[in-house]
């Protein structure tokens, strides 16, 4: 079974392709919407959140664990890979692809202020787009708004005008919450403008560690710290199988 975690409902952009990928194996999936965002909490704040997180889905029969969340990769999974004995899959920054698909040298990347802090986005970028001019874009409000089902014309207008403006003619989504607001995104930058978004990769790279090994019947069980009306709704968009009992408010 593979435990899929994000701090709310963004990390099912993953788990889209997990099953595209991977439609037999078991999926649990936890979203801790109730500490959502975590954007600008603290590192040691996120990295308890990661902890009781994979707890439970351990607990649950995870036998490894993906951390769909860009800011929680950030933070706690040098934590968890020393804590636990099964393997973590987290978020890849994607600058290498942008840097590579760029023509302008410009690219535009769209995150949350702890992702940028972290030493794993630094590294990324210092690595591969020495030669590139990286333009940053804290995207506050944006997880807030697909946390309630909401797409924020205005916000995604305004990250998009500023990246592009400077020269960007390539955008990474560097957030899992962002893909849900990826046609919006694409309608707003125009069509010379890609757009980047590092689930696919993530998905692979899981099918890869679990050297193909497809463990179960293909059941899927969904477990919320907030209310589950809007995971609810874009999971069934993603599987339209899933029945209410599959989803579930837990409190850890």
């Known amino acids: 079974m593979v435990g899929v975690y994000d701090s709310g409902v963004g990390g099912l952009s993953v788990w889209k392709e997990l099953v595209a990928l991977m439609p037999g194996q078991d999926y649990v999936y936890v979203a801790d919407s109730a500490h959502c965002p975590y954007g600008e909490k603290s590192p040691e704040y996120i990295v308890g959140r990661a902890d009781a997180v994979t707890r439970l889905l351990l607990e649950k029969g995870a036998d490894a664990v993906v951390v769909a969340c860009n800011t929680a990769t950030a933070a706690a ?22 840097a590579l698909a760029s023509v302008s040298g410009v690219v535009g990347v769209l995150a949350t202020a702890n992702t940028f802090k972290g030493s794993l986005y630094r ?38 005008d500023e990246m592009v403006g400077e020269g960007a003619d390539v955008i990474v989504l560097g957030c899992t919450h962002y893909p849900f607001l990826e046609d919006e995104i694409s309608r707003c930058a125009g069509p010379s403008v890609r757009i980047v ?43 339209p199988s899933l029945s209410p009992a599959d989803f579930e408010t837990i409190s850890i």
């Open 197 to 239: 978004n590092p689930a696919p990769a993530v998905a692979a790279q899981t099918m890869r560690v679990l050297d193909g090994h497809v463990s179960g019947t293909g059941t899927r069980k969904f477990y919320s710290t907030g209310d589950t009306a809007v995971l609810r709704s874009l999971a069934t968009g993603i599987d």
């Open 77 to 98: 999974i040098s934590y968890l890979r020393a804590s636990y004995q099964v393997p973590f899959i987290g978020m890849e920054p994607a600058v290498k692809p942008a």
């Open 123 to 160: 590294d990324t970028v210092m690595k591969y787009a020495s030669g590139i001019t990286v333009i940053e874009k804290v995207g506050r409000g944006l997880v807030e708004a697909v946390e309630k089902g909401e797409i924020p014309r205005g916000l995604v207008r305004r990250y998009v």
